[in-house]
């Protein structure tokens, strides 16, 4: 990687442990200032890893400010969550297309997806269940949202890059916390918990791209 790249990184990397140590003060200003500076700075090191094949890089930054945008919709004063939701729920779209460019048959993939499915289904109906008490309205895209995180995960799988899986790993279980602390039992330790997963995930997604 270029030294611009290890720069970017290294200030996402800074950007990040000031919006954990924010998280875990419950210091909203601190976040709203870090939280989006972390994911720009990973766009930024995503744009400067030159061996990074172009079409895969356009997709992964394509995911990235969709990401930044869910960020932001989260944070406002306002309830936004459907519209993060729907930025993310893009940004997972658009780890998927960057994940399966040049990528084989997608006869694995399916089989992946549809054991992902299986496996993650008990968890995934008590979140839904628990959306639509909230509201039924919640229930549509919040299910739409399991479905296409469930697709990247898969896609990161049957790709056989380390990084990439574990990336998408992370960024499952941070989402999953999302659902689950919001809708079925909220946790005292689910914020930073989901903060860093969610970090370390979108990083190691990017780190991937040197090996794309």
Same mark, same amino acid.
């Given at each position: 990687?270029?030294?611009?790249? #290890?720069?970017?990184?290294?200030?996402?990397?800074?950007? *990040?442990?000031?919006?954990?140590?924010?998280? $875990?003060?419950?210091?909203?200003? $601190?976040? %709203?200032?870090?939280?989006?500076?972390?994911?720009?700075?990973?766009?930024?090191? *995503?744009?400067?890893?030159?061996?990074?094949?172009?079409?895969?890089?356009?997709? %992964?930054?394509?995911?990235?400010?969709? @990401?930044?945008?869910?960020?932001? %919709? /989260?944070?406002?004063?306002?309830?936004?969550?459907?519209?993060?939701?729907?930025? %993310?729920?893009?940004?997972?779209?658009?780890?998927?297309? @960057?994940?399966?460019?040049?990528?084989?048959?997608?006869?694995? #993939?399916?089989?992946?997806?549809?054991?992902?499915?299986?496996?993650?289904?008990?968890?995934?109906?008590? !979140?839904?269940? @628990?959306?639509?008490?909230?509201?039924?309205?919640?229930?549509?895209?919040? *299910? *739409?949202?399991?479905?296409? !995180?469930?697709?990247?995960?898969?896609?990161?799988?049957?790709?056989?890059?380390?990084?990439? !899986?574990?990336?998408?790993? /992370?960024?499952?279980?941070?989402?999953? $916390?999302?659902? #689950?602390?919001?809708?079925?039992?909220?946790?005292? #330790?689910?914020?930073?918990? !989901?903060?860093?997963?969610?970090? /370390?995930?979108?990083?190691? $997604?990017?780190?991937? /791209?040197?090996?794309?």
């Amino acid at each position: 990687m270029t030294v611009l790249a #290890w720069t970017a990184f290294a200030a996402a990397a800074v950007f *990040a442990l000031c919006d954990w140590f924010a998280v $875990l003060r419950s210091n909203k200003r $601190l976040e %709203f200032v870090f939280k989006p500076a972390t994911l720009a700075a990973l766009i930024a090191a *995503a744009l400067a890893i030159d061996s990074a094949d172009p079409k895969i890089r356009a997709a %992964f930054v394509v995911a990235l400010c969709f @990401g930044l945008a869910g960020d932001v %919709f /989260l944070m406002l004063p306002a309830d936004r969550f459907v519209a993060g939701l729907s930025a %993310f729920l893009a940004g997972h779209v658009a780890y998927v297309v @960057g994940l399966r460019i040049d990528a084989a048959s997608g006869v694995s #993939w399916t089989v992946v997806t549809l054991v992902l499915i299986v496996a993650g289904f008990p968890l995934a109906r008590q !979140i839904v269940r @628990g959306a639509v008490s909230r509201h039924a309205s919640l229930g549509p895209p919040v *299910a *739409a949202y399991t479905a296409v !995180i469930t697709l990247m995960v898969s896609a990161a799988l049957v790709s056989g890059e380390p990084l990439a !899986i574990a990336g998408a790993a /992370l960024f499952y279980v941070s989402d999953t $916390l999302i659902g #689950w602390s919001r809708f079925v039992r909220a946790t005292t #330790w689910a914020p930073l918990a !989901i903060i860093v997963t969610y970090h /370390l995930g979108q990083a190691l $997604l990017v780190a991937s /791209l040197a090996s794309s």
